[in-house]
């Protein structure tokens, strides 16, 4: 019985195997799709699958830089002691080898990209890892930066990675300016900045934010028993205020340095430069938290009990 591209296709997508694996399988079963199913169960790696399906919200989000490239990058596993797991972390500083050497579009494309060192793709080595290790793994998301200078922080050992993207001209002392980079990358870990400033936020965005602001404003007017109209014109006149505190808590280089005293996040950037002759923009920066927006799964053991007795 022959096989096509898309019996290897749909293989893949029924057991969550890497393509060569499920090639060799529909050559090895003369193209009989269940049999190859049983055989990749019989080979160990169609248990992955079963795994698939398991929320992974722990695991590492991590950064760093190779041959000058900056990488920050999430990968996700079950429980928190993975994430703890030596061959678990080498995994992924190897997946975060493989975006700076293979320039992935996005994960799918890092996924079938090569792992470094290997004959395997970072998709058979991901497949690799939960065999070994029992838990389901997931390269979740990346980012790459590859001009300027970029400066990586791990918070708390992995719970928090950043990259801060930095362009620096006649400066020679880039250890100072390294310096500046880790204080910056600490403050976007322990404040988390969703924007770099106001001028990269949506108009839309802003529009809804003004909205929110005026509303606000308008009702504890109305609290203070104002009449409508004078409710509205004092409102109109406290939004440049309040957003210009939504600013201060929102853009990073709004933001009060945590490691100073009472100047922005702008203002301390402009300062250093200058002491060091030169100019340093912040052009970009990458915060990923460990499990961000992953709904976990709370487990009743209770319940899971008392359905075993019925």
Same mark, same amino acid.
């Given at each position: 019985?022959?096989? $096509?591209?898309?019996?290897?296709?749909?293989?893949?997508?029924? $057991?969550?195997?890497?393509?060569?694996?499920?090639?060799?399988?529909?050559?090895?079963?003369?193209?009989?799709?269940?049999?190859?199913?049983?055989?990749?169960?019989?080979?160990?790696?169609?248990?992955?699958?079963?795994?698939?399906?398991?929320?992974? /919200?722990?695991?590492?989000?991590?950064?760093?830089?190779?041959?000058?490239?900056?990488? /920050?990058?999430? &990968? +996700?596993?079950?429980?928190?002691?993975?994430?703890?797991?030596?061959?678990?972390?080498?995994?992924?500083?190897?997946?975060?080898?493989?975006?700076?050497?293979?320039?992935?579009?996005?994960?799918?494309?890092?996924?079938?990209?090569?792992?470094?060192?290997?004959?395997?793709?970072?998709?058979?080595?991901?497949?690799?890892?939960?065999?070994?290790?029992?838990?389901?793994?997931? &390269?979740?998301?990346? /980012?790459?930066?590859?001009?300027?200078?970029?400066?990586?922080?791990?918070?708390?050992?992995?719970?928090?990675?950043?990259?801060?993207?930095?362009?620096?001209?006649?400066?020679?002392?880039?250890? /100072?300016?390294?310096?500046?980079?880790?204080?910056?990358?600490?403050?976007?870990?322990?404040?988390?900045?969703?924007?770099?400033?106001?001028?990269?936020?949506?108009?839309?965005?802003?529009?809804?934010?003004?909205?929110?602001?005026?509303?606000?404003? #308008?009702?504890?007017?109305?609290?203070?028993?104002?009449?409508?109209?004078?409710?509205?014109?004092?409102?109109?006149?406290?939004?440049?205020?309040?957003? +210009?505190?939504?600013?201060?808590?929102?853009?990073?280089?709004?933001?009060?340095?945590?490691?100073?005293?009472?100047?922005?996040?702008?203002?301390?950037?402009?300062?250093?430069?200058?002491?060091?002759?030169?100019?340093?923009?912040?052009?970009?920066?990458?915060?990923?938290?460990?499990?961000?927006?992953?709904?976990?799964?709370?487990?009743?053991?209770?319940?899971? #009990?008392?359905?075993?007795?019925?």
């Amino acid at each position: 019985m022959a096989y $096509t591209a898309q019996d290897v296709k749909t293989l893949r997508e029924m $057991t969550g195997v890497g393509m060569m694996d499920c090639k060799k399988a529909l050559v090895e079963t003369d193209g009989n799709m269940e049999a190859a199913v049983d055989y990749l169960r019989e080979k160990g790696l169609a248990a992955a699958q079963k795994k698939a399906s398991r929320v992974a /919200a722990e695991g590492i989000a991590f950064a760093t830089v190779i041959d000058g490239v900056g990488i /920050a990058i999430e &990968v +996700n596993a079950e429980t928190d002691f993975v994430g703890k797991n030596e061959k678990f972390v080498t995994f992924v500083k190897t997946v975060a080898q493989a975006v700076a050497e293979s320039n992935p579009a996005d994960v799918e494309a890092l996924l079938d990209a090569p792992y470094p060192g290997t004959d395997r793709t970072v998709r058979e080595q991901q497949q690799e890892m939960v065999l070994v290790i029992g838990e389901n793994i997931t &390269v979740r998301r990346f /980012a790459r930066y590859t001009t300027g200078l970029s400066v990586p922080y791990v918070h708390a050992g992995g719970k928090v990675g950043v990259i801060v993207n930095l362009e620096v001209d006649g400066i020679a002392d880039m250890a /100072a300016v390294e310096v500046l980079g880790k204080d910056v990358a600490m403050q976007v870990a322990a404040m988390n900045p969703l924007y770099l400033d106001e001028t990269v936020i949506s108009e839309e965005e802003l529009v809804k934010e003004r909205a929110i602001q005026l509303a606000l404003a #308008i009702e504890e007017g109305k609290e203070k028993n104002l009449p409508d109209d004078k409710a509205q014109e004092i409102a109109e006149k406290k939004v440049a205020g309040r957003m +210009n505190k939504f600013f201060a808590e929102m853009c990073l280089l709004n933001q009060e340095f945590v490691k100073g005293d009472k100047i922005t996040v702008g203002k301390h950037v402009a300062q250093v430069a200058k002491e060091l002759g030169g100019t340093i923009v912040i052009k970009a920066f990458t915060r990923f938290e460990k499990g961000e927006g992953i709904e976990k799964k709370q487990d009743d053991f209770a319940a899971e #009990i008392a359905s075993l007795v019925k």
